[in-house]
């Protein structure tokens, strides 16, 4: 009994405001969300509040949910966070291994009563467009006729970022895979670095407006824009993208829902046919591709385009098979190792292991090395 009049008396000083000045001042709490492409607890991170003088007034802790809730004076407020990712850090809260920090502010907070206000700190960019399933080795076909028009790249934007497509080129580079006829030479060019020489570039066309890759969004570039079945269970009738090779004996289809590559330098047959014992593929970047110097082989036989390094931004080298080191052709700098399948007409094609999985979406393990990245499977994972 006595207890209950205690609490009434209290809550009569309380009406009164006989109470400390800061209770009756606003409450300003403050939310901290992160980025989709993070998933990270949002507990346990400081958070500056600064005053309109740019003064710091609190540091508090985040608690449950990535609040901080305070009382302040009435008037005009800022909420920061910095929150520093180290390498280790980040691959788990991104799939990225990028030593990176969150960073961001609220803006001016006018706190005149209880304000709320959500901080949402940015990231850097982090990944880019990968290789996500490449297919070179062709279907066994039907009756042992072997089919190799399925062949096909599945680019997949792996990155935080939309990313635009247009006037980027494919390219296959030059040089065998392994000792195929009888012992072969390697590429004379495998000892410089600066360079990847290559045999055939298609480009992505220009739109008005460019086309962006959304984060997590696949663009699948086919040989041939078809129905490959029965001579292949693939259906590329739906791909985003084929080298049309057009020729005066239209020996090759352009296939009429699927939009074509541009073909900018091209020495191959009747199609853009990559080697079925593995080939070396390059998504590169540069001003204009139709500029860029070409030099003819030691042989005399072939006219080859210079790819400067730094302007590729995703590598495979597939040669023919676990032996086959000595063919390397892609810059270790571009892609440290190979890798490669089981032999040719296996309808084996390889795909990038899954580094994590973050709300739902998987992101792929980019170490630029192929035979860390690579997963053999067969058939082939239709894209779509
Ligand atoms: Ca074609
Ligand atoms: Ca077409």
Redesign the pocket.
Same mark, same amino acid.
């Given at each position: 009994m006595r207890r209950g009049m205690t609490l009434a008396v209290t809550a009569w000083w309380l009406g009164c405001g006989a109470v400390p000045q800061a209770s009756r001042d606003p409450v300003l709490d403050v939310e901290l969300r992160f980025p989709v492409s993070h998933d990270l607890p949002t507990a346990g991170h400081t958070i500056t509040i600064r005053d309109g003088t740019g003064a710091v007034v609190a540091q508090p802790s985040t608690g449950t949910g990535g609040r901080v809730t305070l009382r302040v004076p009435a008037g005009r407020y800022e909420a920061q966070v910095n929150v520093e990712l180290t390498v280790d850090a980040a691959r788990t809260a991104t799939g990225h291994a990028v030593a990176h920090t969150l960073a961001g502010t609220t803006g001016v907070l006018a706190v005149q009563g209880d304000t709320t206000a959500v901080l949402t700190p940015v990231a850097p960019p982090l990944g880019g467009l990968v290789f996500k399933q490449v297919y070179w080795s062709g279907s066994p076909g039907l009756n042992g006729a072997h089919y190799f028009h399925d062949q096909f790249v599945e680019l997949h934007n792996n990155a935080t970022h939309p990313i635009t497509l247009d006037g980027l080129c494919l390219a296959d580079v030059f040089g065998v895979s392994g000792d195929i006829n009888g012992v072969e030479d390697p590429s004379p060019y495998q000892s410089d670095p600066a360079f990847v020489y290559v045999e055939n570039i298609w480009c992505f066309p220009a739109h008005d407006p460019p086309q962006q890759v959304a984060p997590g969004q696949s663009i699948l570039v086919v040989? *041939?824009g078809a129905n490959h079945q029965p001579d292949s269970p693939l259906d590329f009738s739906g791909a985003s993208y084929?080298?049309?090779?057009q020729r005066a004996d239209e020996r090759?289809?352009d296939w009429p829902t699927v939009e074509n590559l541009t073909r900018v330098s091209f020495s191959g047959g009747y *199609?853009?046919l990559w080697t079925v014992f593995g080939p070396g593929l390059i998504l590169f970047d540069v001003p204009d591709p139709a500029a860029l110097e070409s030099v003819i082989t030691p042989d005399g036989f072939w006219e080859v385009v210079k790819v400067p390094s730094p302007a590729v931004l995703e590598a495979v080298e597939a040669l023919m098979d676990a032996n086959s080191g000595r063919f390397k052709r892609i810059p270790a700098s571009q892609d440290a190792s190979f890798i490669h399948v089981g032999g040719t007409y296996t309808l084996e094609s390889v795909v990038r292991r899954v580094a994590a999985t973050i709300h739902g979406r998987p992101i792929y393990q980019d170490t630029q090395d192929s035979a860390a990245d690579f997963l053999v499977q067969s058939p082939p994972t239709q894209p779509f």
């Open positions: 040989q *041939d084929e080298a049309f090779n090759d289809v *199609d853009w």
